[in-house]
C-alpha cells in the first residue's frame, strides 16, 4: 500500500494527541493508520563478550517511509496499547522467518532470534501460534527469545508464567529488556522462565574512562550469573565500553559500536554468506 512521509507524520500527531487521552483511544483510528503503514524488521547483531562473534540478533521494527526506514520508538508504546500491536509482530515474525528459511544452513550454532514482546501479547493466540511456528521452523538451527519490557504497567501474574512456561517448554527463551532503565524489573530476576537480562543503555555509559555505573553492572552480573542468566549490554558505542563491560562479566554485547540495525539483506551479506 502506498506509503507517505505525511502520513507517518499525521500518524505521530494523532498518536500524540490520543496519548494525552489514553482512555478514549479509538482502536479502529489505529488500525486505520496501521493499515497504510509498510512495517519492516531491521535486525542488528548481537556479539559475544569480546565482540568477535556474533551469537544472535535483535528484530527491531522499522517503518517505511519516502524518506527510508525510520524507527517507530517516539509512539511505540502507544501501538502496544492497541490490539494492532499483534498484527505487527506477527508480520515480524514471519517476515523473518520467510526470509531466513533460505539461510537455515548458514546460521552460527546456537544462535537466537530475539524479539520484543509487550506482556499483553502473551495472550493473544495468533501471537503464541506465530511464535511456535517459527520456532519449529529453525528448531535445531536457531532459537527464538522474546524480549519482555515492562512499560509501567506489567504484571507478571499465574497466567502469564503458564504461558511462559508453555514455550519455554517448546524451547523458547525470555530475556528482561531494558534491565535497570525503570523501578521495578529487579523484582523478575528470581522470576522463574527468563534467562537472560538486558542491560539499558542508560547503565552502561562511560565517562572518564569508567563505567558511570560499575558498581550497579558489578553488582547485576553477581546476582544473574549464579542464576544462570546471560547478562547482555545494550548501547555498546565504543571500545572502552566493550572492555570495560567485559571485565565486569557482561556475557554479550549489543550496540552501534560493534553494529547497527540493518535490513535483512544486508545482515545476510556481511554475517551470514560468508561463514
Ligand atoms: P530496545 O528494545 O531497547 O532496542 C534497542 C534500541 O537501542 C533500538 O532502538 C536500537 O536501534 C538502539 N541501539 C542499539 N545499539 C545502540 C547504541 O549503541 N547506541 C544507541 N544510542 N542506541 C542503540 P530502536 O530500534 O529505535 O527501538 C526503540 C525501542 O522500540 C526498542 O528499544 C523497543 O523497546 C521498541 N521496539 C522496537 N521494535 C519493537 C517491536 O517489534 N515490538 C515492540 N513491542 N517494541 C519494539
Ligand atoms: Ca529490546
Ligand atoms: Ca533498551
Same mark, same amino acid.
Given at each position: 500500500?502506498?506509503?507517505?512521509?505525511?502520513?507517518?507524520?499525521? =500518524? @505521530?500527531?494523532?498518536i500524540?494527541i490520543l496519548?494525552?487521552? !489514553?482512555?478514549?483511544?479509538? @482502536?479502529?483510528?489505529?488500525?486505520i493508520f496501521?493499515? !497504510?503503514?509498510?512495517f519492516?524488521?531491521?535486525?542488528q547483531?548481537?556479539?559475544?563478550?569480546?565482540g568477535?562473534k556474533?551469537?544472535?540478533?535483535?528484530? =527491531?521494527?522499522?517503518?517505511?517511509?519516502?524518506e527510508?526506514? /525510520? $524507527?517507530?520508538?517516539s509512539?511505540?508504546?502507544?501501538?502496544?496499547?492497541s490490539h494492532?500491536m499483534n498484527?505487527?509482530?506477527?508480520?515480524l515474525?514471519?517476515?523473518?522467518?520467510?526470509?531466513? =528459511?533460505?539461510?537455515?544452513?548458514?546460521?552460527p550454532?546456537?544462535?537466537?532470534?530475539?524479539f520484543?514482546?509487550?506482556?499483553?501479547?502473551?495472550?493473544?493466540?495468533?501471537?503464541?501460534?506465530?511464535?511456535?511456528?517459527?520456532?519449529?521452523?529453525?528448531?535445531?538451527?536457531?532459537?527464538?527469545?522474546?524480549?519482555?519490557? @515492562?512499560?509501567?504497567? #506489567?504484571?507478571?501474574?499465574?497466567?502469564?508464567?503458564?504461558i511462559?512456561?508453555?514455550?519455554?517448554r517448546?524451547g523458547?527463551?525470555?530475556?528482561i529488556?531494558?534491565?535497570?532503565?525503570?523501578?521495578? $524489573?529487579l523484582?523478575?530476576?528470581?522470576?522463574?522462565?527468563f534467562?537472560?537480562?538486558?542491560?539499558? *543503555?542508560?547503565?552502561t555509559q /562511560?565517562?572518564?574512562? *569508567?563505567?558511570?555505573?560499575?558498581?550497579?553492572?558489578?553488582?547485576?552480573?553477581?546476582?544473574?550469573?549464579?542464576?544462570?542468566?546471560t547478562? /547482555?549490554? @545494550?548501547?555498546v558505542?565504543?571500545e572502552?565500553? #566493550?572492555?570495560?563491560l567485559?571485565?565486569?562479566?557482561?556475557?554479550?554485547m549489543?550496540g552501534?559500536?560493534?553494529?547497527?540495525?540493518?535490513?535483512?539483506?544486508?545482515?545476510?551479506?556481511?554475517?551470514?554468506?560468508?561463514?
Open positions: 500500500m502506498k506509503f507517505s512521509t505525511k502520513i507517518t507524520k499525521a =500518524l @505521530e500527531f494523532i500524540k496519548n494525552t487521552k !489514553k482512555n478514549s483511544i479509538q @482502536e479502529k483510528q489505529v488500525e496501521v493499515n !497504510k503503514v509498510d519492516h524488521p531491521f535486525l547483531p548481537i556479539f559475544n563478550s569480546s568477535d556474533m551469537v544472535g540478533c535483535e528484530v =527491531l521494527l522499522r517503518v517505511k517511509t519516502d527510508g526506514f /525510520t $524507527s517507530p520508538a509512539y511505540i508504546n502507544f501501538l502496544e496499547c494492532q498484527y505487527i509482530t506477527s508480520k515474525l514471519k517476515d523473518v522467518s520467510d526470509y531466513f =528459511l533460505a539461510y537455515v544452513n548458514d546460521i550454532n546456537k544462535f537466537y532470534f530475539s520484543n514482546i509487550y506482556p499483553e501479547q502473551l495472550h493473544s493466540e495468533e501471537i503464541i501460534q506465530e511464535l511456535i511456528i517459527f520456532s519449529d521452523k529453525f528448531k535445531g538451527k536457531a532459537s527464538l527469545v522474546l524480549e519482555i519490557v @515492562e512499560r509501567g504497567t #506489567l504484571q507478571l501474574n499465574e497466567e502469564t508464567s503458564n511462559m512456561n508453555t514455550l519455554i517448546k523458547i527463551r525470555f530475556a529488556d531494558d534491565f535497570g532503565a525503570g523501578t521495578s $524489573s523484582k523478575y530476576i528470581e522470576h522463574i522462565g534467562s537472560t537480562i538486558k542491560i539499558d *543503555r542508560e547503565l /562511560t565517562s572518564d574512562n *569508567r563505567l558511570i555505573n560499575n558498581k550497579t553492572i558489578e553488582a547485576i552480573v553477581t546476582l544473574s550469573i549464579p542464576l544462570g542468566f547478562v /547482555t549490554a @545494550e548501547g558505542e565504543n572502552l565500553q #566493550l572492555d570495560l567485559k571485565k565486569a562479566g557482561v556475557n554479550a549489543q552501534y559500536y560493534l553494529a547497527k540495525p540493518m535490513e535483512m539483506k544486508k545482515f545476510v551479506n556481511l554475517y551470514l554468506q560468508y561463514k
